[in-house]
């Protein structure tokens, strides 16, 4: 067994091991392609790709440093996800600390902004109109994730993380754009011109 802080070594990517439609989990399990945990955690791959593309489209230095923490996160609640779930263990996990730390990053980028007086639409800048992407990937993370717990119990502080990752990608954007100085596009109830 790899110890908990060692990094992954690949000599081959391909393995042919998932032809037939089965892939293992973490600990070595083998199970269908189509087993929700394999679902959640590859939900969680989609929303780290989202955020590598925010990062190459030029986001604020301090929206920056939050989501490259994020990405590095985000591979620890897919690992934690990865493997079964029977209590808490020295395998990679998902702590609360983790989700202390984003609901700190929320209250920190949050505290600046003016306070919502209308839902906003998800746009703006460049930036912002990607982390907004982000954030509904991270939505569908969460509700995967769920749907893994439902049918195996998963931790449940990734359960939490995932709710938090969305709130803070949502306050994210809303920095990147009075960061741009771009205006926040308001939604406007009924308009239709």
Same mark, same amino acid.
């Given at each position: ?47 780290? *790709?989202? #955020?590598?593309?925010?990062? =190459? ?8 440093? !939050? @989501?490259?923490? +994020? ?69 569908? *993370?969460? #509700?995967?994730?769920?749907? =893994? ?8 502080? !990734? @359960?939490?993380? +995932? ?31």
């Amino acid at each position: 067994m790899r110890e908990r802080n060692e990094p992954v070594r690949l000599t081959r990517i391909y393995t042919r091991g998932g032809d037939s439609g089965e892939t293992s989990l973490g600990d070595g399990s083998r199970v269908s392609k189509l087993d929700a945990r394999i679902a959640a955690y590859g939900a969680v791959d989609e929303l780290n *790709a989202a #955020l590598g593309v925010a990062l =190459a489209a030029g986001i604020p230095e301090p929206v920056r440093a !939050a @989501l490259e923490r +994020l990405q590095n996160e985000l591979f620890d609640v897919g690992a934690d996800l990865s493997v079964p779930w029977t209590g808490p263990d020295e395998r990679l996990r998902t702590t609360q600390a983790m989700v202390e730390g984003l609901e700190q990053m929320c209250d920190r980028f949050n505290e600046p902004l003016p306070d919502l007086r209308s839902f906003i639409l998800p746009g703006g800048s460049a930036a912002a109109a990607q982390l907004h992407v982000a954030r509904t990937i991270a939505r569908r *993370a969460e #509700l995967r994730a769920l749907e =893994a717990d439902a049918a195996h119990t998963v931790n449940s502080l !990734a @359960l939490v993380y +995932l709710n938090r990752v969305s709130d803070l990608l949502f306050i994210l954007a809303r920095a990147a754009n009075a960061a741009s100085g771009d205006g926040e596009p308001l939604w406007e109830p009924g308009r239709s011109d």
